[in-house]
């Protein structure tokens, strides 16, 4: 068998150091788990809210109690619920935001 290779156009990669290798590997699987942490965190903030106002919603039909009143009070349970896990949600994105900028600027 010949031996590999590489297209011209490919990235030409150095075998032989492996610890570059893991860095390259390690910084992309940073910057990717990155991206898709504030997708993961915005469907549990969603979650959540779907889940306290049907908890408000359930137990105030359970306990008898007028139904427009609970309506409305699962609502703004749901409400506030959303509205604090987008603003924890934004507050955790720019603070890590900000900790990678600090890392670089401490790292040059």
Known sequence: ????????DQLPLN???NEAIEVIVEQRLAERFEAESFQWR???VII??????LLVLV???F???PTMMVLRASLI???SCLATGLLLLSLSAGTAKLMSR???RIGK
């Open 63 to 65: 306990l008898k109690q």
């Open 42 to 44: 915005f469907r549990l």
């Open 1 to 8: 068998m010949g031996r590999y290779r590489p297209h011209p």
């Open 77 to 79: 349970v749901a409400a």
């Open 15 to 17: 075998w032989s150091d």
């Open 59 to 61: 137990a105030g039909l």
């Open 48 to 53: 959540e809210t779907a889940t306290m106002g």
């Open 102 to 104: 600090l890392r670089r």
